[in-house]
């Protein structure tokens, strides 16, 4: 009997996630994540009101001038926003990624059924975008709790946060999965989350920093998101042009996803 | 489960469908060749074994038919297409038992199990059925809503089987489903694999053990070196690659090497090893009268039915190979 007569009719895709595998992806981490959600959503209360209280009630008590006119609680709320976003985008795509290639190798287990690198990649991708969104509105909650949102156009700032999570998650997926330890993990964070951190425009705007510095912060996708975001909150003009801003985001998330993809195809079907 | 239903679908394509067909197929990484040429037919219903040594190319050839790594040369063709342009769908009706266990040690025995389901496309409710049959099938039912983490070795790799069966596969890939349990387990493992095989579920397996191939395989092949080295049923291989018994002798002197020479004649093959002499022969009573008819009293005797392990290494060699 030949081949050809074992050739059964392909079995036929029903439902949204039968068309769409990166949904059921996605599914699969969120099941994941109900173990532990209480405490993350305790945590992403708590880390915003700590840190509006910290910075921006205690430090701005010092800062009596403002910053260009405006109260330095205002001014910083926004970039707390941006860089929290970035906090959580980069800590949920390093070692969530390496414990499911070197510790718990989930993706092996994923690539083994029909889903393709890509829908592994961007089911993951969606839940951290997923994870960024829901704490940053409780952020924005807390923002607006304590009167920094000046604007109608803070209502656009889940967006903007949307796109700066994916501008570093779909890099920094492309990192953790070319590395094979979490001491990269630790550098990640030294030499570029830190410093992106402290020196693109969150605490201070970026007109302070010696030339060189100022255009390592224009390098960096954090800055453009600060600068969305304080635009957004204060309802200013942005200091550069927001068409150049969000295409340069979109910039990173599109390269980044494209590097992501096939360093998981290279790890995953070898 | 209804496994049952899937024997049916089986039985009815006849037993003779081949739906794996490998002819010269190579698979190389950068200089090195892990699957050398081989030529592979498996049919619909048959339990089938790779045997080798580590590093013969089993694991390779598995995960070429499990279409996550594409073949370097030669042609594959599973269920009639081709795992370079089909993989999905492929993938689609295939079960995979990976070496290793990558279950979520954080999710339950039953969210492994729906979850998974998902990537198939089953509908949540189905998914939460077959889990539940599955569960069963592999007597795990009351660890459903355990977690999977403190689960045995031998619990988990249960749990892996029921989830390579959450799809309904053709064809169940089990890539050395019993290393590393204990002797329950494994033989709990062995049970459940034999009812599939029996209801008509196609398996193919990697092995080194082997009373594990000869308990479950009607059909096998030994690799060595990327090679298929010997191919045939279990049965046909000793026969052919060894003698019907063996005889161990155990000698009392140090050196087992200084009877050799005496026992000249005595069996097809005699080998020497350096705790005791082996003759291959037909009649094994009938050998030892003769080593005693000889004047050569050895310590211990033990007359034994030929195995698969005595062609494994017949074929393979003694070497340790790591």
């Given at each position: 009997?030949?081949?050809?007569?074992?050739?059964?009719?392909?079995?036929?895709?029903?439902?949204?996630?039968?068309?769409?595998?990166?949904?059921?992806?996605?599914?699969?981490?969120?099941?994941?994540?109900?173990?532990?959600?209480?405490?993350?959503?305790?945590?992403?209360?708590?880390?915003?009101?700590?840190?509006?209280?910290?910075?921006?009630?205690?430090?701005?008590?010092?800062?009596?001038?403002?910053?260009?006119?405006?109260?330095?609680?205002?001014?910083?709320?926004?970039?707390?926003?941006?860089?929290?976003?970035?906090?959580?985008?980069?800590?949920?795509?390093?070692?969530?990624?390496?414990?499911?290639?070197?510790?718990?190798?989930?993706?092996?287990?994923?690539?083994?059924?029909?889903?393709?690198?890509?829908?592994?990649?961007?089911?993951?991708?969606?839940?951290?975008?997923?994870?960024?969104?829901?704490?940053?509105?409780?952020?924005?909650?807390?923002?607006?709790?304590?009167?920094?949102?000046?604007?109608?156009?803070?209502?656009?700032?889940?967006?903007?946060?949307?796109?700066?999570?994916?501008?570093?998650?779909?890099?920094?997926?492309?990192?953790?999965?070319?590395?094979?330890?979490?001491?990269?993990?630790?550098?990640?964070?030294?030499?570029?989350?830190?410093?992106?951190?402290?020196?693109?425009?969150?605490?201070?705007?970026?007109?302070?920093?010696?030339?060189?510095?100022?255009?390592?912060?224009?390098?960096?996708?954090?800055?453009?998101?600060?600068?969305?975001?304080?635009?957004?909150?204060?309802?200013?003009?942005?200091?550069?042009?927001?068409?150049?801003?969000?295409?340069?985001?979109?910039?990173?998330?599109?390269?980044?996803?494209?590097?992501?993809?096939?360093?998981?195809?290279?790890?995953?079907?070898? | 489960?209804?496994?049952?239903?899937?024997?049916?679908?089986?039985?009815?394509?006849?037993?003779?469908?081949?739906?794996?067909?490998?002819?010269?197929?190579?698979?190389?990484?950068?200089?090195?060749t892990?699957v050398d040429g081989i030529?592979?037919?498996?049919?619909?219903?048959?339990?089938?074994?790779?045997?080798g040594?580590?590093?013969a190319g089993?694991?390779?050839?598995?995960?070429?038919?499990?279409?996550?790594?594409?073949?370097?040369?030669?042609?594959?063709?599973?269920?009639?297409?081709?795992?370079?342009?089909?993989?999905?769908?492929?993938?689609?009706?295939?079960?995979?038992?990976?070496?290793?266990?990558?279950?979520?040690?954080?999710?339950?025995?039953?969210?492994?199990?729906?979850?998974?389901?998902?990537?198939?496309?089953?509908?949540?409710?189905?998914?939460?059925?077959?889990?539940?049959?599955?569960?069963?099938?592999?007597?795990?039912?009351?660890?459903?809503?355990?977690?999977?983490?403190?689960?045995?070795?031998?619990?988990?790799?249960?749990?892996?089987?029921?989830?390579?069966?959450?799809?309904?596969?053709?064809?169940?890939?089990?890539?050395?489903?019993?290393?590393?349990?204990?002797?329950?387990?494994?033989?709990?493992?062995?049970?459940?694999?034999?009812?599939?095989?029996?209801?008509?579920?196609?398996?193919?397996?990697?092995?080194?053990?082997?009373?594990?191939?000869?308990?479950?395989?009607?059909?096998?092949v030994v690799m060595d070196g990327g090679r298929i080295v010997?191919?045939?049923?279990?049965?046909?291989?000793?026969?052919?690659?060894?003698?019907?018994?063996?005889?161990?002798?155990?000698?009392?002197?140090?050196?087992?090497?200084?009877?050799?020479?005496?026992?000249?004649?005595?069996?097809?093959?005699?080998?020497?090893?350096?705790?005791?002499?082996?003759?291959?022969?037909?009649?094994?009573?009938?050998?030892?009268?003769?080593?005693?008819?000889?004047?050569?009293?050895?310590?211990?005797?033990?007359?034994?039915?030929?195995?698969?392990?005595?062609?494994?290494?017949?074929?393979?060699?003694?070497?340790?190979?790591?």
């Amino acid at each position: 009997m030949s081949l050809a007569d074992a050739v059964a009719p392909p079995r036929p895709k029903t439902g949204l996630v039968g068309r769409f595998p990166v949904l059921a992806v996605l599914e699969y981490h969120l099941v994941a994540y109900r173990r532990t959600w209480r405490s993350g959503a305790f945590s992403s209360f708590l880390l915003p009101l700590l840190t509006v209280v910290g910075f921006g009630v205690g430090v701005g008590a010092y800062v009596d001038a403002g910053v260009g006119g405006v109260p330095y609680l205002d001014f910083i709320v926004p970039g707390l926003i941006a860089s929290t976003a970035l906090q959580i985008a980069v800590g949920e795509s390093t070692w969530p990624v390496l414990r499911n290639f070197e510790w718990v190798k989930i993706y092996f287990g994923q690539a083994a059924t029909p889903l393709r690198a890509a829908d592994i990649v961007g089911g993951h991708l969606a839940f951290v975008l997923f994870r960024v969104l829901t704490s940053s509105l409780a952020f924005l909650l807390v923002a607006g709790l304590f009167g920094t949102l000046h604007s109608a156009w803070a209502l656009a700032t889940p967006l903007l946060v949307l796109l700066i999570a994916i501008s570093v998650a779909a890099p920094v997926f492309a990192f953790s999965s070319a590395v094979r330890s979490d001491n990269y993990v630790a550098m990640l964070f030294r030499f570029a989350v830190i410093p992106m951190t402290l020196f693109a425009g969150v605490f201070f705007p970026v007109e302070s920093l010696p030339v060189v510095l100022r255009w390592l912060a224009y390098v960096s996708p954090l800055w453009h998101g600060v600068d969305l975001c304080r635009a957004a909150t204060l309802g200013l003009a942005p200091a550069w042009s927001v068409p150049g801003h969000l295409l340069y985001l979109a910039a990173w998330g599109f390269v980044g996803w494209l590097l992501a993809r096939s360093q998981f195809r290279r790890r995953l079907v070898i | 489960m209804d496994v049952s239903d899937q024997a049916v679908r089986v039985d009815a394509v006849a037993s003779d469908t081949v739906l794996i067909q490998a002819r010269g197929l190579v698979k190389r990484f950068g200089d090195f060749t892990a699957v050398d040429g081989i030529d592979v037919d498996v049919r619909a219903g048959e339990a089938f074994g790779f045997l080798g040594p580590n590093g013969a190319g089993k694991s390779s050839t598995m995960r070429m038919i499990g279409c996550v790594s594409p073949p370097t040369g030669g042609e594959l063709q599973i269920m009639g297409m081709d795992p370079r342009r089909d993989g999905p769908a492929i993938r689609a009706r295939l079960g995979v038992c990976p070496q290793s266990d990558n279950l979520d040690p954080e999710l339950t025995v039953q969210e492994n199990l729906t979850t998974y389901a998902r990537y198939f496309g089953i509908p949540r409710r189905v998914a939460r059925e077959r889990a539940a049959e599955l569960l069963n099938f592999v007597q795990l039912a009351e660890r459903a809503g355990s977690r999977v983490e403190p689960l045995s070795g031998g619990m988990k790799r249960r749990v892996t089987i029921a989830r390579a069966l959450v799809n309904e596969p053709d064809i169940v890939l089990l890539d050395e489903p019993t290393t590393g349990l204990d002797p329950q387990a494994r033989h709990l493992v062995w049970e459940r694999l034999f009812r599939l095989k029996q209801q008509g579920v196609t398996l193919v397996l990697t092995t080194h053990y082997m009373d594990e191939a000869e308990q479950l395989c009607d059909r096998l092949v030994v690799m060595d070196g990327g090679r298929i080295v010997a191919e045939g049923a279990p049965r046909t291989l000793i026969e052919r690659y060894s003698t019907r018994e063996v005889v161990e002798l155990r000698f009392a002197a140090d050196n087992q090497e200084d009877f050799a020479g005496k026992l000249v004649g005595l069996g097809e093959r005699i080998e020497v090893l350096p705790d005791r002499v082996l003759l291959y022969v037909g009649d094994g009573d009938a050998a030892v009268s003769a080593v005693h008819a000889r004047a050569l009293t050895p310590a211990s005797v033990l007359v034994r039915r030929s195995s698969l392990e005595d062609v494994f290494l017949h074929l393979t060699g003694r070497t340790l190979v790591d």
